[in-house]
């Protein structure tokens, strides 16, 4: 019989590069690398002796390690790193009775969980960086092919003026620039070393603690903090307020690319591939599979980053409950990010467009999109308030006979007073009504380049 397991989502919902970050090995084997550091940085400071180091690096290897017991011990214990220190104490002294007593030397068993969640934490930025990178080279590539590509905007879920298909990915394109340039900043505060020992004074070391955080944060190539942050849990806030406004930009295409494909819309649509998007009963569907995951993520996020930001006004030194609340949820939302990016980077660089589609679109009003174009001419010479009433009493009218705005104003001598047939025309076509569409995807686009080279 299989073993239980919560994992049947987990291709949906998850990358698995990101899953195998936080799986238990992972969890695990970044304890044991803090441990394996720690003994390297203790011997050349010489806390410890050098002979030491080699039977207790052998030692800190994941799958040495009995999961299920560990896992049960977990509950007595009260965290990961008790039961795991005792296991990693008990197989070095089966090799080397000597070298286990400098085990741990000086360290909490937060230093270890800590230290261990930033190296994982290190190696989920680097999958978060590159798949930000493809996903913003995808957009960017969009944005340039569709920059003229006429549709209608809306406002209010109701058409509104033109835009252009190219202006609103580099929307989209615009929003992943800053967080790649958020995460950028923020990696020198996250990634650094905890280690505090007891209480944050590293007292047990006597002299050489500030030597030990020195090699320590060297050897494992993290910052050296200030102090220690063992109940100072912004750091990891940040990141996860990031993750947050990740999820939420990737919401935003979700959301805007499930609406273009709705069956009245029809106009950019998901790439097909066999059995994607399909009904149970309804052969004809052709769902936003990809898009709902971004929509869900987004939803999922904002619960997940409350609960680190609840979770952040810890008691004094080291806290009850509230740092255990942070131990799966950061990692749940650096997962859910992570499969939200898989499902964007299968959509975007594949997406199809029917811009014949948009333009009958674009006319489904019969020239009310452009009413604010008339005005505007209007304005120009009969005054804005003028000009606003005698194109909405035409638009009225054209909705109520059911006729073409074009027509409706080609009749109106208040208006063909001020504005000729080939004027109304120009007017009244989308093309030329694009407004700063255009220089808005270079200027995306150059964002984007820029921050890449």
């Given at each position: ?228 942050w063992h109940t100072q849990r912004d750091r990891l806030v940040e990141f996860a307020s990031l993750l947050g406004l ?208």
């Amino acid at each position: 019989m299989n073993s239980p397991s919560n994992q049947l989502f987990d291709a949906y919902f998850t990358a698995p590069a990101m899953r195998a970050i936080f799986c238990d090995h992972g969890r695990v084997q970044g304890m044991l690398d803090f441990e394996a550091a720690l003994a390297r940085a203790e011997a050349r400071v010489g806390v410890i002796p050098s002979e030491a180091v080699a039977a207790i690096e052998a030692a800190c290897k994941a799958e040495l390690y009995d999961f299920p017991a560990l896992a049960v011990a977990i509950g007595s214990a009260g965290n990961s790193a008790i039961p795991l220190v005792k296991a990693l104490g008990k197989r070095i002294a089966a090799r080397d009775a000597e070298a286990e007593r400098h085990v741990h030397l000086g360290a909490t068993s937060q230093d270890a969980m800590d230290s261990g969640l930033v190296l994982q934490l290190r190696a989920a930025i680097t999958l978060l960086e590159n798949d930000l990178a493809t996903l913003a080279e995808a957009l960017a590539g969009q944005a340039r092919l569709h920059a003229d590509t006429p549709l209608a905007g809306r406002t209010w879920l109701q058409h509104a003026t033109p835009v252009t298909l190219g202006m609103k990915i580099a929307g989209w394109l615009g929003a992943l620039t800053r967080h790649r340039q958020r995460l950028a900043e923020l990696k020198p505060r996250l990634l650094c070393l905890q280690f505090g020992g007891a209480s944050g004074s590293l007292a047990a070391l006597g002299d050489k603690a500030f030597a030990v955080a020195g090699a320590l944060a060297e050897e494992l190539d993290l910052a050296l903090p200030e102090q220690p942050w063992h109940t100072q849990r912004d750091r990891l806030v940040e990141f996860a307020s990031l993750l947050g406004l990740v999820a939420g930009s990737l919401g935003k295409l979700g959301r805007d690319l499930s609406l273009l494909m709705q069956t009245e819309a029809g106009e950019v649509f998901e790439p097909a591939a066999p059995g994607k998007g399909g009904s149970s009963t309804m052969p004809h569907k052709r769902n936003p599979v990809s898009a709902a995951v971004l929509i869900g993520a987004a939803t999922r996020a904002p619960g997940l980053v409350a609960t680190l930001l609840a979770a952040m006004p810890q008691e004094h030194e080291r806290s009850l409950g509230l740092w255990h609340a942070e131990w799966e949820t950061l990692p749940e939302l650096c997962c859910l990010v992570s499969g939200a990016l898989q499902q964007a980077l299968l959509v975007v660089p594949g997406l199809e467009v029917d811009a014949a589609r948009m333009r009958r679109n674009l006319d489904l009003t019969q020239g009310l999109v452009l009413a604010e174009a008339v005005s505007i001419a209007l304005a120009q010479r009969i005054g804005r308030d003028a000009a606003h009433h005698l194109v909405e009493r035409c638009c009225r009218q054209a909705v109520k006979e059911g006729a073409h705005l074009r027509a409706v104003l080609g009749a109106e001598p208040e208006v063909t007073a001020q504005l000729s047939a080939d004027e109304l025309d120009r007017l009244l076509d989308a093309a030329h009504y694009l407004g700063q569409a255009r220089r808005w995807v270079d200027r995306a686009v150059a964002e984007h380049q820029n921050f890449s080279r």
